[in-house]
């Protein structure tokens, strides 16, 4: 799902003073502010904690920018993404296991924007050796013009550093014609992003290419802790999952159905310009009692339309079955809590989940909640993160997406806010305590 945005923006290299408040029990680091009359600001946050030091961490906004930090985020540096193939949004940011970084994003090859018909050819994928700092020119998958390819995500293999990437392909974005479809792809590299194996066609099912509930979209993809490769997305009102058993080889015939999501994975929300629930899937590799569970996060509305709530579902068997859905967000009804994310810290299991809240507000005044749990997902606790609530404007576009990162009782969430017409990117310093190691 990219931005709507029509041009990149310029940034230069800047080093970011953190900005804690006395009061806030979790501190907020500003990452990135956009400049005053920007015609897109600095959002869909992406964030990773290097698997090999968690004082070094990369992150990425759209359209261009990527940051990194020595420091586990207490400041900031910046610079602009740049590649032949073009960047063009929807950044995603891993590390493998070895420390590197990976920023995967959407293709602009002609730097033309919406004008050019090569716009979203491929998936680029570029890699940092030196801490985020710096990126390569990068090497790219899916290229299948003039089909459109968007809305990528990556994941890493803890034992053979294999990268995988799943996304949506559409024969043309946002065609109205009832012959144009949608479907999830994948596809693995194996000698770190240097070459890309095929795509395959994951879902059993092709969608519309509105954009919309009826578009296959919003693939993850998680690692095993045995060469399994899992895949999870929303279509027609369900959130669907694949898996491979045999690193990729082969998949299932039938899509197995994870839940129902009532009312789809677009939905409205009072002061944001789009708004989406599509599914978020991890993987416990932790040597912990919970090791092989899968978990997916995602939003609805089954609760009406003026009540959306975060949702989990678990799965102990790789995905034949999974549980009832668990409500994350501990509120009473009728506030909406929304663009979730969660991540598990493979140290000890432990699970972490972002996502804007309006429990505390009758207006659109919004906060940034940290949810926890520290039992396989049977329970969760619920912590407002942010300093303060801001006020989103529905004139101001967004983002589609926030991330979190957790490693090593380290957890970095991030997320957008908007003060005054002006978007930023922020973090917060969470560590986890020792008593709950």
């Known amino acids: 799902m990219h931005s709507t945005a029509l041009s990149a923006r310029h940034l230069t290299s800047i080093l970011m003073l953190c900005c804690i408040s006395m009061s806030a029990q979790i501190p907020n680091v500003s990452i990135a502010t956009s400049k005053r009359g920007a015609s897109l600001g600095p959002c869909e946050p992406t964030i990773a904690i290097n698997l090999t030091n968690t004082q070094n961490i990369a992150a990425g906004a759209i359209l261009d920018r990527y940051y990194w930090s020595n420091d586990g985020g207490k400041t900031w540096s910046s610079d602009t993404l740049r590649s032949p193939h073009g960047v063009f949004g929807d950044p995603v940011i891993v590390s493998d296991y070895a420390g590197h970084f990976y920023y995967a994003h959407l293709s602009d090859p002609e730097k033309g924007g919406w004008s050019s018909a090569r716009l979203l050819d491929r998936i680029v994928v570029q890699k940092s050796e030196d801490g985020g700092q710096t990126y390569s020119d990068g090497t790219y998958v899916g290229l299948r013009h003039p089909k459109d390819q968007d809305k990528q995500w990556l994941a890493v293999d803890p034992k053979t550093n294999a990268l995988y990437c799943a996304w949506t392909e559409f024969d043309l974005y946002n065609s109205f014609n009832d012959t144009d479809h949608s479907r999830i792809l994948f596809a693995q590299s194996t000698d770190g992003a240097k070459t890309w194996s095929d795509p395959i066609q994951l879902s059993q099912f092709e969608g519309d290419c509105l954009d919309d509930d009826m578009t296959t979209e919003g693939a993850v993809p998680a690692a095993g802790p045995n060469g399994e490769i899992y895949v999870a997305w929303a279509w027609n009102q369900k959130i669907w999952f694949d898996r491979s058993t045999d690193g990729g080889k082969t998949w299932l015939d039938k899509d197995i159905v994870i839940a129902k999501q009532p009312g789809g994975w677009t939905f409205d929300i009072p002061g944001i310009q789009r708004c989406n629930g599509m599914p978020v899937l991890v993987c416990d590799l932790s040597d912990g009692p919970n090791r092989g569970t899968l978990y997916v996060n995602w939003t609805d509305q089954r609760r009406g339309k ?99 990162s957790a490693h090593n009782g380290s957890v970095r969430p991030i997320w957008t806010r908007l003060e005054k017409g002006v978007l930023s990117v922020w973090t917060a310093l969470y560590e986890e305590k020792k008593e709950n190691k």
């Open 306 to 404: 003026t009540d959306t709530d975060i949702w989990i579902a678990q799965s102990s068997n790789g995905g034949k079955t999974w549980s009832k859905p668990l409500r994350i967000n501990n509120d009473p009804k009728g506030k909406h809590q929304f663009l979730s994310w969660i991540a598990v810290d493979q140290s000890n299991g432990y699970l972490y989940v972002v996502f804007y809240d309006r429990r505390d507000y009758n207006d659109e005044r919004t906060d940034v909640y940290l949810a926890v749990s520290r039992d396989g997902g049977k329970s969760f606790t619920n912590e407002r993160i942010s300093e303060t609530p801001f006020d989103p404007s529905q004139a101001v576009f967004f983002g589609d997406y926030n991330h979190i």
